[in-house]
Antibody, heavy 126, light 107 residues
């Protein structure tokens, strides 16, 4: 059974870099059928998609965060990670990692996030 | 970015009610629309993909419809475990975006 587990510091100081890792178990991260991504949710608010990456390293970013975000994959450890630089209080959120899968129909690929980690709470505060 | 707008933002209903939530996209997203359920303190759970495909293990009382810019999530008969927050999400173009959520509460 596929499981994703986020890890990282619960508290980060303003202006520092937040680093999170998602460990994938129960399946290989090295599948071309999926890609892997990060989503966050500020307290009491909605969901924001941050970035995604294939095992090959091909990556995608939300333009609103692109200047501060790096996503990378370590296939040897079956992990992918997120770095978010120059954090502020606005980056305080629950951060989720998720598998992005797709179904093909009529020559189209319909992507969705079908397996999620439990989330890790990150607070930005001095 | 494609803006996703859900209505209502909150809704009170009773067990057994038939309920519909609406999601509107700021541009044509064809059928690239997913629905998620989120309970307090938990990660979102995928219910429906491609606007109307019920995911494995999701009860048949849930259904999705729509295409283009207007979509709906319908509960044929609400059950106690359905009270949660629901999000739509477009996967037509990046960055993927979510609606602001609809909180379904017990009346």
């Amino acid at each position: 059974q596929l499981q994703l587990q986020e890890s990282g510091p619960g508290l980060v100081k303003p202006s520092e870099t937040l680093s999170l890792t998602c460990t994938v178990s129960g399946d290989s991260i090295s599948s071309s059928s999926y890609y892997w991504g990060w989503i966050r949710q500020p307290p009491g608010k909605g969901l924001e998609w941050i970035a995604g990456i294939y095992y090959s390293g091909t990556s995608f970013y939300n333009p609103s965060l692109q200047s501060r975000v790096t996503i990378f994959v370590d296939t040897s450890k079956n992990q992918f990670s997120l770095n978010l630089s120059s954090v502020t209080a606005a980056d305080t959120a629950v951060y989720y990692c998720a598998r992005h899968s797709y179904d093909s129909r009529d020559s189209a690929s319909y992507y969705y996030m079908d397996v999620w980690g439990k989330g890790t709470t990150v607070t930005v505060s001095s | 970015d494609i803006q996703m707008t859900q209505s209502p933002s909150s809704l009170s209903a009773s067990v057994g009610d038939r309920v519909t939530i609406t999601c509107r996209a700021s541009q044509n997203i064809y059928s690239y629309l997913n629905w998620y359920q989120q309970k307090p303190g938990k990660a979102p759970n995928l219910l429906i993909s491609a606007a109307s495909t019920l995911r494995s293990g999701v009860p048949s009382r849930f259904s999705g419809s729509g295409s283009g810019t207007d979509f709906t999530l319908t509960f044929s008969s609400l059950q106690p475990e359905d009270f949660a927050t629901y999000y739509c999400q477009q996967s037509y173009s990046m960055p993927y975006t979510f609606g602001q959520g609809t909180k379904l509460e017990i009346k």
